[in-house]
């Protein structure tokens, strides 16, 4: 009846890495037709992938893990979608509640577990399973969304449930009212005023909305935190607030207002030395229009409307982008993605370096939907490009993944090659954790030591990403030009299933 209920609301791809605890679950996953089973071989790629699927189908997916160290597994890419706001519904077995007073080997607080996540219910009986699972459905869709989970004991999947499909749909988000609105449209008119927005989707409407608002009243529109991103050409371009503190800090600098949009106000990602943790202005004045469990797309178009803005009207062509030629940078590489964007395609990111000269030129690619894990647990690339092409078979998936990411979840790959998804993945191999040298630059170390740079470097020996990929049944090739980067992209996104080009930077 659990996955019946599923089935009722439109949840009907289920991402597992089951155990023993699980086989009833498993057995009756033949008994309902139009659940789509995907093994992982790891469970964060299963919860990585629920991720990526409910970015693109707008609904949730089942996550099926093993008990409380199966569920521990999949924490980081939950952490991503709970950062992200995006709805999961988690079906986490446990041992047979006569069994868990003998403390088993396998055995843990599974329920404590869960209250980390978010919203979380033990059932205890068969006969809740059904209205349980409706409620966890429930949860992860309604105002802000994020993960939900079932702690299911073996014995309640054994017993008989009651036939009956309780009511069962997905929540809703608030409408945030006229008067907060119209002081959100005095406070934009006052000068020297910021725009931001943030939260699970920024669309090309809510960009457009947002460079509207910009025209008629001077603000500064910004992002912040935006899990997935329409983009490319024709589409306004709305700049984030950057990764490091100094520049997020010059990104805001002069703003007296703040109309905020996000779930809370920007702050820096971690802590430094003699850097406030907030990146507005001290003297910055924060007004919260509305925060992620809020209607924002709506909210904008009624607040354009408070300002008195004009008609959307499309953004300036940008000039063609030069054909990327010579050795392989991180620029080079942006070009080519960009040339060689799919129309409609989703982009994967998942390199705060390897994307950075990307990240200056999406306005030059064909229109796409990017996907981001805000939550800054790595590992997520993969595994959100395989839920992503499961969520839309129609569409062509670009990952742009780096090198050290990549090896948490490399596993994705075989699941990717196992049920023929289109995904192109462009893996952007430097040999090295760069984000973190960069970090040591910014410490003061401009010369660390041997050990500093074995924990910061991978090679000795270098990863064979062509070698692995092939291993798990996708072909793969590699590329240490641009011209050779780009007819192996080209040649991918023409092949059915996945592909793996390793960019060697």
Same mark, same amino acid.
């Given at each position: 009846?659990?996955?019946?209920?599923?089935?009722?609301?439109?949840?009907?791809?289920?991402?597992?890495?089951? +155990?023993?605890?699980?086989?009833?679950?498993?057995?009756?996953?033949?008994?309902?037709?139009?659940?789509?089973? #995907?093994?992982?071989?790891?469970?964060?790629?299963?919860?990585?992938?629920?991720?990526?699927?409910?970015?693109?189908?707008?609904?949730?997916?089942?996550?099926?893990?093993?008990?409380?160290?199966?569920?521990?597994?999949?924490?980081?890419?939950?952490?991503?979608?709970?950062?992200?706001?995006?709805?999961?519904?988690?079906?986490? /077995?446990?041992?047979?509640?006569?069994?868990?007073?003998?403390?088993?080997?396998?055995?843990?607080?599974?329920?404590?577990?869960?209250?980390?996540?978010?919203?979380?219910?033990?059932?205890?009986?068969?006969?809740?399973?059904?209205?349980?699972?409706?409620?966890?459905?429930?949860?992860?869709?309604? /105002?802000?969304?994020?993960?939900?989970?079932?702690?299911?004991?073996?014995?309640?999947?054994?017993? &008989?449930?009651?036939?009956?499909?309780?009511?069962?749909?997905?929540?809703?988000?608030?409408?945030?009212?006229?008067?907060?609105?119209?002081?959100?449209?005095?406070?934009?008119?006052?000068?020297?005023? !910021?725009?931001?927005?943030?939260?699970?989707?920024?669309?090309?409407?809510?960009?457009?909305?947002?460079?509207?608002?910009?025209?008629?009243?001077? @603000?500064?529109?910004?992002?912040?935190?935006?899990?997935?991103?329409?983009?490319?050409?024709?589409?306004?371009?709305?700049?984030?607030?950057?990764?490091?503190?100094?520049?997020?800090?010059?990104?805001?600098?002069?703003?007296?207002?703040?109309?905020?949009?996000?779930?809370?106000?920007?702050?820096?990602?971690?802590?430094?030395? &003699?850097?406030?943790?907030?990146?507005?202005?001290?003297?910055?004045?924060?007004?919260?229009?509305?925060? #992620? !469990?809020?209607?924002?797309?709506?909210?904008?178009?009624?607040?354009?409307?408070?300002?008195?803005?004009?008609?959307?009207?499309?953004?300036?062509?940008?000039?063609?982008?030069?054909?990327?030629?010579?050795?392989?940078?991180?620029?080079?590489?942006?070009?080519?993605?960009?040339?060689?964007?799919?129309?409609?395609?989703?982009?994967?990111?998942?390199?705060?370096?390897?994307?950075? /000269?990307?990240?200056?030129?999406?306005?030059?690619?064909?229109?796409?939907?990017?996907?981001?894990?805000?939550?800054?647990?790595? +590992?997520?690339?993969?595994?959100?490009?395989?839920?992503?092409?499961?969520?839309?078979?129609?569409?062509?998936?670009? @990952?742009?993944?780096?090198?050290?990411?990549?090896?948490?979840?490399?596993?994705?790959?075989?699941?990717?090659?196992?049920? =023929?998804?289109?995904?192109?993945?462009?893996?952007?191999?430097?040999?090295?954790?760069?984000?973190?040298?960069?970090?040591?630059?910014?410490?003061?170390?401009?010369?660390? +030591?041997?050990?500093?740079?074995?924990?910061?470097?991978?090679?000795?020996?270098?990863?064979?990403?062509?070698?692995?990929?092939? =291993?798990?049944?996708?072909?793969?090739?590699?590329?240490?030009?641009?011209?050779?980067?780009?007819?192996? #992209?080209?040649?991918?996104?023409? $092949?059915?299933?996945? $592909?793996?080009?390793?960019?060697?930077?």
């Amino acid at each position: 009846m659990m996955f019946r209920t599923a089935l009722a609301a439109g949840v009907d791809v289920c991402f597992a890495n089951p +155990g023993t605890t699980e086989m009833a679950m498993v057995a009756a996953l033949d008994r309902v037709p139009g659940i789509r089973p #995907v093994l992982g071989l790891f469970e964060g790629v299963c919860s990585g992938a629920c991720h990526g699927y409910a970015r693109v189908a707008d609904r949730p997916a089942l996550g099926l893990y093993h008990l409380g160290p199966g569920y521990v597994n999949a924490l980081a890419n939950l952490h991503n979608a709970r950062r992200s706001f995006t709805p999961v519904v988690n079906l986490v /077995g446990d041992q047979a509640s006569w069994h868990l007073p003998y403390d088993a080997p396998l055995s843990s607080d599974t329920t404590k577990l869960a209250t980390w996540v978010g919203w979380h219910r033990h059932v205890n009986s068969a006969s809740r399973l059904a209205s349980d699972t409706a409620a966890a459905i429930h949860a992860a869709t309604d /105002g802000a969304g994020g993960p939900a989970t079932l702690v299911i004991p073996a014995d309640t999947t054994w017993d &008989d449930a009651p036939p009956e499909i309780p009511e069962v749909g997905f929540g809703s988000r608030r409408t945030v009212p006229a008067d907060r609105v119209m002081e959100a449209a005095a406070a934009l008119r006052s000068g020297d005023s !910021a725009l931001i927005v943030g939260g699970p989707l920024v669309t090309a409407e809510m960009a457009a909305d947002m460079a509207r608002i910009a025209a008629a009243t001077g @603000c500064r529109p910004l992002r912040y935190r935006a899990a997935t991103n329409e983009l490319g050409l024709g589409r306004h371009f709305i700049p984030d607030i950057p990764y490091f503190p100094e520049a997020a800090a010059r990104a805001t600098a002069g703003v007296r207002t703040a109309v905020l949009l996000t779930e809370g106000e920007p702050v820096t990602f971690f802590g430094y030395p &003699d850097i406030p943790s907030t990146t507005l202005p001290a003297d910055c004045r924060r007004l919260q229009l509305a925060g #992620v !469990a809020d209607d924002i797309a709506r909210c904008l178009s009624d607040l354009a409307d408070a300002v008195g803005a004009g008609p959307a009207t499309p953004p300036p062509a940008p000039d063609p982008l030069p054909a990327a030629t010579g050795p392989l940078d991180i620029m080079s590489l942006g070009r080519v993605l960009a040339a060689e964007m799919p129309e409609n395609a989703v982009l994967v990111q998942d390199g705060i370096t390897s994307a950075a /000269g990307f990240l200056t030129m999406t306005d030059r690619a064909a229109p796409f939907r990017m996907i981001q894990a805000m939550g800054g647990a790595i +590992g997520a690339g993969l595994p959100t490009a395989l839920g992503a092409a499961i969520a839309a078979p129609d569409r062509r998936v670009m @990952c742009l993944q780096s090198d050290g990411s990549a090896m948490y979840t490399i596993q994705a790959l075989w699941s990717m090659a196992r049920e =023929g998804v289109d995904v192109t993945v462009i893996m952007a191999n430097n040999h090295r954790y760069n984000i973190l040298q960069m970090e040591l630059h910014r410490a003061g170390i401009d010369q660390p +030591g041997p050990n500093a740079l074995a924990l910061t470097e991978l090679s000795n020996p270098d990863l064979d990403f062509c070698s692995l990929a092939r =291993g798990m049944g996708v072909p793969a090739s590699r590329a240490t030009t641009a011209e050779e980067l780009t007819e192996a #992209v080209a040649r991918a996104n023409a $092949t059915p299933g996945p $592909t793996l080009v390793e960019a060697i930077l």
